[in-house]
C-alpha cells in the first residue's frame, strides 16, 4: 500500500480511522497509542469511543435491571411456591414455582455479577 498523500512512498501504517495509507512523514501523532492521518481523524476516533464507552455503560446498568427483575421475579415464584405448599397441596405446582424461583435466582446472581465485573 501507497501512502495516501505521497503516491511513490510505501505506507507503513493505516489511519485507525478512514484506513489510508500513512507514510512515516504523514502519521499525525506519531507518539499517540493510535495511528492516524490528521487531527479530524484523532477527533472522530475519539469521539466514536467515548460513545462505546456509554454504551458499556448503558449495558451495566441493563445489567443491574434485569438482576433486579430477576429478583423480584426469583421473590415472588419463592412465595408462590410457599403459599402452593400451603394451600394448594400439588406437587407439581410447588416444584414448578420453586424451580422458577431457583432459575431467577440463578439469573440474578449471574447478572449482578456481569455488572459488578464490567462496572469497576
Ligand atoms: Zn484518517
Ligand atoms: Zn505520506
Redesign the pocket.
Known amino acids: 500500500m501507497k501512502c495516501f498523500h505521497h503516491n511513490s512512498t510505501e505506507a507503513v501504517a493505516v489511519?485507525m480511522?478512514?484506513g489510508?495509507g500513512l507514510c512515516p512523514a504523514c502519521i499525525a501523532f506519531p507518539t499517540a497509542r493510535r495511528m492516524?492521518?490528521?487531527s479530524a481523524?484523532q477527533t472522530a476516533l475519539e469521539r466514536d469511543e467515548r460513545t462505546l464507552l456509554l454504551l458499556l455503560d448503558k449495558s451495566v446498568q441493563n445489567a443491574r435491571a434485569s438482576a433486579f427483575y430477576f429478583y423480584l421475579c426469583g421473590g415472588l415464584s419463592a412465595a408462590a411456591a410457599v403459599a402452593a405448599w400451603f394451600m394448594l397441596p400439588s406437587p407439581f405446582l410447588i416444584y414448578f414455582t420453586a424451580g422458577c424461583a431457583l432459575v431467577c435466582f440463578a439469573a440474578g446472581f449471574w447478572y449482578g455479577r456481569g455488572a459488578r465485573q464490567s462496572g469497576t
Open positions: 489511519c480511522y478512514c489510508r492516524v492521518c490528521s481523524c
